[in-house]
């Protein structure tokens, strides 16, 4: 019984995380509670670039489970070397407490993997994978304490 408990309350956290609800019922996405800059410029990739690639471009939502903390990845620009990515996320709702944040972060492009990459500070590492339906990414966050893997949704 305390199991079933432990478990319908784990699931509602987690939906609380992915969505607000508002007294009137609206349902505000995830994004809504993510800091994003007003200065966006997403530039068209070129028309050679691999559709893999050019895939990346846009905007991308998800929610991070060690912190419930939602995320959105802004791909501004893309070429087979380098992107151009802002990088976003909402209050930490877990054990730590963390204010929203929003920086944009020079990225490689792992040709071979046709992934992007870049890093925060010294050891935080984010990896972007492209899914086959190209409606999300896998994005892979590794610190020295862990690696954490989630599916992120293309919104824009």
């Given at each position: 019984?305390?199991?079933?408990r ?13 969505y ?67 990088y ?5 709702m ?18 071979d993997?046709?992934?992007i ?8 590492h ?11 990414i896998k ?18």
């Amino acid at each position: 019984m305390k199991t079933t408990r432990f478990f319908l309350l784990f699931v509602l956290l987690q939906s609380m995380a992915l969505y607000n609800v508002c007294e009137a019922g609206e349902i505000i996405p995830v994004n809504a509670k993510v800091p994003i800059p007003n200065d966006i410029s997403i530039i068209s990739p070129d028309k050679t670039l691999p559709k893999e690639l050019a895939a990346f471009s846009g905007s991308w939502e998800g929610v991070w489970s060690d912190y419930a903390t939602a995320t959105v990845l802004i791909v501004e620009e893309i070429n087979t070397e380098s992107a151009k990515v802002i990088y976003c996320l909402g209050e930490s709702m877990g054990l730590y407490s963390m204010p929203p944040s929003c920086e944009r972060y020079p990225a490689k492009v792992l040709l071979d993997n046709l992934q992007i990459a870049f890093q925060v500070g010294e050891t935080l590492h984010y990896t972007f994978s492209m899914e086959k339906n190209f409606n999300q990414i896998k994005a892979t966050k590794k610190s020295p304490l862990d690696v954490i893997e989630i599916l992120m949704d293309k919104i824009q």
